[in-house]
């Protein structure tokens, strides 16, 4: 159905860029203190997936019409520095239609001793998902 279509498509893409990020800060979706530390930023603003580089301005990666006049929801909770959840969430009217997700290991993050950034060991729904990869995005 369009929900499934929609809800793992936007997690599939998510979760690429996560896999592939050397970098990763986890920031609240009302937090404005907080300076994004890296360039690449993926957040949700009114249902829809907003994305930004360093080259280009924010926008909506998927498009208007492509989201079914539903919502999608995002939570994330990094267990550690180098283990997170993602889930997606495709609402209609605050009903749940279809729901996707899984934990990860970010490996490039463990491989250069790294770790994830910001609010890790809490669960968040729409943070913004600040990050560098190894991988050019689409």
């Not at 530390?37 to 924010?58: C, M, P, V, W």
């Amino acid at each position: 159905n369009e929900a499934k279509m929609v809800g793992d498509n936007i997690y599939n893409w998510v979760s690429e860029q996560i896999v592939y990020a050397t970098d990763l800060q986890i920031i609240e979706e009302d937090d404005s203190h907080e300076t994004p530390q890296y360039s690449n930023i993926i957040r949700f603003q009114d249902g829809e997936l907003r994305y930004k580089t360093a080259t280009k301005a924010e926008y909506n990666l998927f498009g208007e019409g492509y989201y079914a006049h539903s919502d999608i929801k995002m939570t994330v909770k990094a267990y550690n520095k180098h283990m997170i959840s993602i889930k997606i969430e495709v609402l209609k009217n605050r009903e749940v239609l279809y729901q996707t997700g899984s934990s990860m290991k970010v490996l490039n993050i463990q491989l250069k001793d790294g770790a994830i950034k910001g609010m890790v060991g809490t669960e968040l729904v729409n943070p913004k998902l600040v990050f560098s990869s190894t991988k050019d995005a689409a």
